[in-house]
């Protein structure tokens, strides 16, 4: 199906473990972005992406890192998972163009212990 | 800082009972307001565009507007299907980096 997928769905990781989660897209958008969702806070930008092998850092970056080598993937990695990056993490993408909406994968739920 | 708060956090109707979401933002360089729809357990699903003061967008039940600090989400005889988290975005331009800024939403329950 058409779409933007992110594997897995639910993640339990231990305190400085790297975790790597994955988000492919089906549209050929050039941009891609990572969010994280916390009560209280809303969505939170991570980094984003406006074409392969460019990114950028977004609102929250520390702690994270992406890649993006092929336009359909934009896995981010959590080089040594904290307890504070507990959170449901989102990918979404845009469409090329002057409209800025843009459409959200089913998310991740991560757990760090 | 650009800004976005969205009242009130959470809002009770009863099934046909109309009423509005508010999304009020301090922003510079707006290029556009976005609402979302968010069910649990789900990444938020795309209602609405408004790009300039004054402009309506309309969805079903759901109609968005947007004022030169605010947009309202009114919801006119809702549905228990309608319960959902709305959130409102902005899409700001400062010095050439792009990005949305969301508010943290506020949760719709509609009794029936």
């Known amino acids: 199906d058409a779409g933007i997928t992110q594997s897995p769905r639910y993640k339990i990781t231990e305190t400085g473990r790297q975790v790597t989660l994955m988000c492919h897209q089906t549209?050929?958008?050039?941009?891609m972005f990572w969010y994280r969702q916390d009560l209280g806070h809303g969505l939170r930008l991570i980094y984003y992406?406006?074409?392969?092998?460019?990114?950028d850092k977004g609102e929250v970056p520390d702690g994270y890192v992406v890649s993006r080598s092929k336009t359909e993937n934009f896995p981010l990695t959590l080089e040594s998972a904290t307890r504070s990056q507990t959170s449901v993490y989102f990918c979404?993408?845009?469409?090329?163009?002057?409209?800025?909406?843009?459409?959200f994968g089913p998310g991740t739920r991560l757990t760090v212990t | 800082e650009d800004q976005v708060t969205q009242s009130p956090e959470a809002l009770r109707l009863q099934e046909g009972e109309s009423s509005s979401l508010n999304c009020s933002y301090t922003?510079?360089?707006?290029?556009?307001l976005f609402w979302y729809r968010q069910d649990p357990g789900k990444g938020p699903e795309f209602l609405f565009t408004?790009?300039?003061a004054g402009e309506e967008k309309e969805k079903e039940r759901l109609k968005a507007t947007l004022t030169k600090k605010e947009s309202f989400l009114h919801i006119t005889a809702p549905k228990p299907e309608d319960s959902a988290t709305y959130l409102c975005a902005v899409h700001v331009t400062n010095f050439g980096n792009e990005k949305l800024t969301f508010g943290t939403g506020t949760r719709l329950t509609i009794i029936p």
């Open positions: 408004l790009y300039s």
């Open positions: 549209w050929s958008h050039s941009y």
């Open positions: 992406s406006a074409a392969a092998d460019i990114t």
């Open positions: 922003v510079s360089g707006l290029r556009g």
């Open positions: 979404a993408s845009k469409m090329d163009g002057s409209s800025y909406e843009q459409y």
